[in-house]
């Protein structure tokens, strides 16, 4: 290869780095401006064709104003029970909550539990308060609190949303500092070395700046979507991704460093050798995440593009600044430590994972079929890990005062109180409705809503020939029989002629929320195999090799499934996941975790081409073992870094990747699939050049 000219060496990477400060000045802001755009309205997240989403829509031609209920819940001391006066106080004090700032109509009377030893009112409030529903909850908790002998919590929608506003707050710059001052900490334990870990993180940060303002630009426009948990694995994507990779890219130079000797040479060299790998890698992870627009709930579809927004950036950051600056360095780039000098003996890997190659090498298939039915072992108990939703008293990881006050609902109230079935019906089937729904198994009272804007109390009120019916539940809202109730209603109502009823409410948008999240597992999974399997093969030119490696990955999967299932019931203590969590641990876990296999099959095929296929796979092997392994840590600890969300979502998700691309790094990549393809033979790279070589080649360990 000719040297690069001298206007390569120099104002090449030169350019290349002035133009990533000007990105980085000018863009790195937006990594902490996503939350202007950001929206944590759960309604806007439903199923798009599902009926509760249809019946979300029909509702608000009922109300007067677009509100978000605020419910208050009061509770006498134990053993008494709530006075008349204190009733008629309790009315007071939320009444004169109307008319204030944020609070779109009259509250409702307090209404009192069957048992006698809790009061109930429901308070409207604007839906667009932002950051000021806060303070809005507080004077509604005030007024409350004013009530003489009574414990006043308040809770529903609107406490939940500006609980869960709550959680994400500080998300920008808590979770980046996190996951940032994590990678550091690992890049300077392994590599020791002061620079190459500050390259590599402002490496990281350039690409998650340029990604924030991309993302920023397109839903400030309403192209996407993005709410605190996109937002929040955005930035953790990012990072791992670009560390990743920088991390190959990095290793890679430091080889060509000690062939060519000229740092411009050895960096063209590094892009040319690693950009192959490091694209097919980020391939499977961006087409992964856009197979998500095939998902009919909007937080599935909003995370496709924006995720594949930040892959993209997290390689061009690798392509190019970070060629860039190791021309610039050089060997400096590795100090303190010393890198192999042009002709010196050339680099044989750690004496660690010589030992492992050798192991593999002598005994391939007990190693092989030992881990594989470790994995099976594992995954046997996936069938275990529920996705049925989390329940409201889980959805935090922390109090949230929110739940607290659903506790306290539920404990004096019908468990479905501030939370109603809402069907929508033809007026003149509006009794036959009524009647149906309280016949229904599992419903505790049904009335119409009124003109008051509240159900019972007076004539329905009836809007284009339609009527609206609150029907509470008698189970807890969030529980799985209450959607069993839901689904019993609809059944009963699609029954009554000339009706035309739907039924939304929160019950059902968990419902369909989860029906709609198993519909999207059997359509997006093996879409994302597919494109995981072309990338492969189109990468290793080769149909065996592939399908083995898209087999570990899904086995891999399953044995993670497997262990977070025992880890969430009996350590975590979460009696089920949010039923999105399997798909979105799938995407990631499987297109992260095919990354590691491709840096590590990519160069057993370069290394197999010159040394046979046995050589090669113990070459590459040894070759990319410490770096694959450093860089899965770095991209555990990473994902690990969500669980300072106080949300189970993000922690469920956090243990699933975090403990899967361990389980990939440290079982999958370096046992199991070296293991397999040795014991298989050259047959393992059928139909390419590679399967014909002869078998015969031994490794020195």
């Not at 340029?210 to 400030?220: G, N, P």
């Not at 069907?423 to 198994?441: C, M, P, Y």
């Not at 597992?521 to 490696?549: A, D, W």
Request: hydrophobic letters at 55%; a neutral charge; glycine letters at 8%.
């Amino acid at each position: 290869m000719r040297s690069p000219s001298r206007w390569l060496r120099r104002l090449v990477p030169l350019a290349l780095l002035v133009v990533w400060l000007g990105i980085g000045g000018a863009l790195g802001p937006y990594a902490g401006k996503l939350g202007e755009v950001a929206t944590n309205d759960q309604a806007a997240f439903l199923p798009q064709s599902a009926e509760s989403t249809e019946a979300l829509a029909a509702r608000k031609a009922f109300e007067r104003s677009e509100s978000v209920p605020a419910i208050i819940v009061w509770q006498a001391r134990d053993g008494e029970t709530v006075t008349d006066a204190q009733q008629q106080e309790a009315t007071r004090a939320v009444a004169a909550l109307a008319g204030q700032r944020g609070v779109t109509g009259p509250p409702s009377p307090a209404l009192r539990s069957e048992d006698g030893r809790a009061l109930q009112a429901v308070a409207p409030l604007a839906p667009d308060l932002g950051d000021e529903l806060p303070a809005v909850l507080a004077r509604v908790d005030a007024a409350a609190g004013s009530v003489p002998g009574l414990a006043a919590q308040v809770g529903g929608p609107a406490a939940t949303q500006a609980d869960l506003s709550d959680a994400f707050s500080g998300i920008d710059g808590l979770l980046l500092g996190v996951a940032l001052a994590a990678v550091l900490l690992i890049l300077l334990l392994v590599y020791r070395s002061l620079l190459l870990p500050l390259v590599i993180i402002i490496s990281a940060v350039f690409a998650l700046g340029l990604a924030c303002a991309v993302v920023y630009a397109l839903a400030d426009r309403g192209t996407v979507r993005v709410d605190g948990q996109v937002q929040g694995i955005l930035s953790i994507l990012v990072i791992g991704a670009a560390t990743d990779y920088a991390l190959l890219m990095a290793a890679r130079f430091r080889e060509e460093l000690a062939a060519h000797g000229d740092r411009a040479a050895a960096a063209v060299a590094a892009v040319r050798r690693s950009a192959g790998a490091i694209t097919a890698s980020a391939a499977t992870v961006a087409l992964g995440l856009l197979a998500l627009l095939a998902s009919d709930l909007t937080n599935n579809r909003a995370l496709g593009p924006v995720g594949a927004i930040g892959i993209v950036c997290a390689v061009l950051s690798t392509l190019t600044f970070l060629p860039a600056v190791l021309a610039l360095l050089g060997r400096a780039a590795f100090w303190p430590a010393t890198p192999p000098r042009p002709g010196g003996a050339p680099a044989q890997g750690h004496p660690v994972w010589r030992r492992i190659a050798s192991a593999i090498d002598r005994k391939p298939r007990r190693i092989w079929v030992s881990t594989a039915l470790l994995m099976l072992a594992l995954a046997a108990f996936s069938p275990n890990l529920s996705a049925k939703g989390v329940p409201l008293d889980e959805i935090f990881v922390k109090d949230a005062p929110s739940v607290a006050a659903q506790e306290t609902l539920g404990r004096h109230f019908p468990g479905g109180s501030g939370q109603p079935a809402v069907i929508i019906a033809n007026a003149a089937a509006a009794s036959r409705v009524q009647e149906a729904a309280r016949a229904t198994d599992g419903v505790a009272s049904a009335a119409p809503v009124t003109s008051s804007g509240r159900p019972g109390g007076g004539p329905p009120l009836v809007v284009d020939g339609r009527v609206r019916i609150d029907a509470t539940l008698a189970a807890a809202a969030d529980s799985d029989a209450a959607k069993d109730t839901v689904a019993r209603l609809r059944t009963r109502l699609h029954a009554v002629t000339g009706a035309d009823a739907i039924v939304g409410g929160y019950t059902a948008q968990q419902y369909d929320t989860q029906q709609t999240a198993a519909r999207d597992r059997t359509v997006i999974v093996p879409v994302v195999l597919g494109i995981i399997l072309l990338i492969l093969v189109l990468l290793l030119r080769s149909l065996l090799i592939p399908m083995l490696l898209v087999v570990t990955v899904a086995l891999n999967f399953l044995a993670t499934l497997g262990v977070s299932a025992l880890v969430f019931q009996h350590l975590l203590g979460f009696s089920g996941t949010d039923a999105s969590v399997p798909l979105y641990g799938f995407v990631f876990l499987v297109a992260l975790g095919v990354d590691y296999n491709i840096f590590l099959m990519s160069r057993v095929r370069e290394e197999s081409l010159v040394h046979g296929p046995r050589e090669g796979v113990l070459r590459g092997l040894t070759t990319t073992g410490g770096v694959i392994t450093s860089a899965g840590v770095v991209l555990a600890a990473t994902f690990a870094a969500l669980m300072v969300i106080p949300l189970a979502f993000l922690v469920q998700i956090a243990f699933i990747v975090a403990f899967g691309v361990l389980l990939d790094t440290l079982v999958v990549r370096s046992l199991l699939v070296p293991a397999l393809v040795i014991d298989i033979g050259p047959r393992s790279w059928w139909p390419s050049a590679l399967s014909r070589f002869p078998s015969d080649h031994r490794f020195v360990g």
